[in-house]
């Protein structure tokens, strides 16, 4: 915790909590976490159902057939929460309530650039972070790349005939590929990635309350998002 910068600071309760993602936002967060641990839970033995431990996933999950239906059920709660979310967005933006906060800004290179600085013993502190860090940032805009990409590809492998029918045969070829190589890549930055960031680093271990509860403490919000609990003393 830094020291104290100004008198209201010293009025703060550090164990107060403030309120960081609503219901909608965590009902969004949980939809889509479910869907995409089904969708490697099920992808992976359909890639690979020849291998080892996908012959054992694929006779929990019932067989093949079973296992290719679950992976389509959980693809429509992916899709299902992506939508959601861009519903969420829309009301928020009629009602002027939509901030910009996840939107990349010129500070975010400089965080990036002083965090990197920090883990290297060049700067004593960390950046004091908005209310969005340019890894949270990342990991938001990576998640709409990816469902467009995973959505796209997958309704070609879906229904196979309808793209060989509209499509020539090297453009399906291609959705093949960027299908099984984009889930490897998000199964990889959502595993070792995101959870070290947000439930496996030594502040928060063994996991993170934020993304059931919706709050954080301010001594939490001073610590990881300092620029914005300067913010808050400022109103």
């Not at 600071?9 to 960081?20: F, G, I, L, N, S």
């Not at 908005?130 to 995973?150: C, H, L, N, Q, S």
């Not at 309350?209 to 808050?232: C, N, P, Q, S």
Request: aromatic share 14%.
């Amino acid at each position: 915790m830094s020291d104290v910068r100004n008198p209201a600071e010293a009025e703060v309760d550090p164990t107060a909590e403030v309120q960081r993602f609503d219901l909608h936002q965590r009902l969004q967060h949980g939809l889509m976490a479910m869907s995409f641990t089904l969708l490697v839970l099920t992808g992976w033995p359909l890639t690979t159902h020849g291998v080892g431990a996908s012959r054992g996933l694929v006779s929990l999950f019932g067989g093949l057939e079973a296992t290719s239906l679950l992976h389509r059920i959980a693809a429509v709660g992916m899709i299902v929460s992506a939508l959601y979310h861009l519903m969420y967005l829309l009301s928020k933006a009629v009602r002027g309530g939509l901030r910009f906060s996840m939107l990349p800004t010129p500070k975010d290179m400089v965080d990036a650039a002083g965090n990197l600085m920090y883990f290297v013993g060049l700067k004593k502190e960390r950046p004091r972070f908005p209310r969005f860090t340019y890894f949270e940032k990342f990991d938001y805009w990576a998640v709409f790349w990816g469902v467009m990409i995973m959505a796209g590809s997958g309704f070609l492998r879906w229904f196979p005939d309808l793209a060989t029918a509209y499509l020539p045969a090297w453009a399906y070829e291609i959705a093949l590929h960027a299908h099984a190589d984009e889930a490897l890549l998000a199964a990889l930055a959502i595993f070792l990635w995101h959870f070290y960031n947000v439930h496996l680093r030594p502040a928060v271990f063994p996991m993170s309350r934020v993304f059931i509860t919706g709050k954080m403490t301010m001594a939490e919000l001073e610590e990881e998002h300092g620029a914005e609990y300067d913010e808050m003393l400022r109103k």
